[in-house]
């Protein structure tokens, strides 16, 4: 192992004084990574977050050899909270992503990509359990590494460290294969997605863009111009398997796709979801049943779909609205909204009621300063979410946000006393992109 790390040094040394750039030929960077997947966890990330910063510090030169390439960003965010019969909470994050991305050959492509993010709050007196579900890796791997610490008995912090995405991308003619941690993004709906049963992701998650990724290895062959063919398989961090057949195809002007599977070895899954317009309204939808498979005899199944229109008009204001239906929202045990806005999230869980309406209005007031008011309708909570937000570009490559979320509704505690409670959130965001 040390020789490895030897030679790793020496080269990358070298090709630095004689040449003034960083270079890594394909074979030294493949035989480091190996080598890394089989340390332990700590050394591993400890390594591969070096590996980073040194390609980071080279980056304007590294971003010139075409065979690797760089991008990421970094950025603060302030979040203030109010939540009746707690109070006010606060966090700060310091978010960090670097994306590397390797072009070895013209039918190979690898990436490694790293989220890093520092955390101060005072949430730790109100939720024990927040620090260890940011360090929790929902994968096969545990690519992920925290370390957190009280500052008293009220506030503290957390460093959080993985790889969201390390996959290698193999191409032939029409085949596409990858393997490893990845997007698998079948949704066609912008809200809530029933076919993405691989990387199911919160609407209200307003810092991290990219979504969640999965250990999967995904099967492309393309058929036509707007027709393909996909097989996918992931294994979770309980080794249960979500596989799925996926067929895209192209009829009357829309494209339609089919979607059946096992969703982790628990229900068998049909879907079908489609794209297109009505008189230049987008028209999209998706749709997904579910059959448990231990009670298959017993069980009708439970049906997840949702309906959306969207249309941009001459003065650019985009309108959006999109309705949910979960068969699966009335076998939730939700007792505080706090509680459905930090459940793990899955398929199963994109609904809180049966019914949810959603509508948002999103106009430019200059093209370097967008705004945008969303809502959503809660009918069996009586309840409601509103969300507007700015964001401007405000210097090169540099943005700032201001987000407001704000949730009221009627829930029953387990006791059965029913009882509104209201939650706000505020967030200030700097952002800087390489």
Known sequence: MQSIDRKFLIEAHNDIVSTGKLFFTHELFICYFIRELKVI?????KRIIGIFFILLCFHPVAKSQSAISIDGYINDMQSLYYIDEIGWLWENQLHNRINLYMYPSNWLRISLQVRNRFQQNNLY?????YQNSLGTDPGLLDLTWSLHDNYNDKAGYIFTTGLDRAWAEFSAGDFVATLGRQRINWGQTMVWNPNDIFNSYSYFDVDYPERPGSDALRLQYYTGM?????????????KNITASAYYRFNALGYDIQLIAGVLQEKDLLAGIGWSGNIEGVSFRGEGS????????SDTTGDILFSVGLDYTFGNSI???????????????????????????????????????????ISYPITPLINTSLAGMYYPEWKGFFIGPSIEASIGNNLKGSLI???FSAKIEDPFGQEKRQNTSIG??????SF
Not at 125 to 129: K, L, T
Not at 226 to 231: A, P
């Open 41 to 45: 966890r700590y050394a591993f990330l």
């Open 125 to 129: 007196g109100q939720f024990p359990d």
């Open 226 to 238: 707007t027709s393909n063919i996909e097989l996918a398989a992931k294994l979770d961090s309980a």
């Open 289 to 296: 049943y579910f059959r448990n498979m231990d009670n298959f």
């Open 318 to 360: 985009w309108l959006q609205s999109e309705v949910l239906y979960s068969g699966f929202a009335e076998d939730q045990d939700i007792y505080s909204l706090s509680g459905a806005l930090s459940s793990d999230m899955s398929v199963k869980k994109l609904g809180f009621n049966t019914w949810t309406l959603f509508s948002s």
């Open 404 to 406: 407001f979320q704000g």
């Open 427 to 432: 967030y200030i965001r700097l952002k800087w």
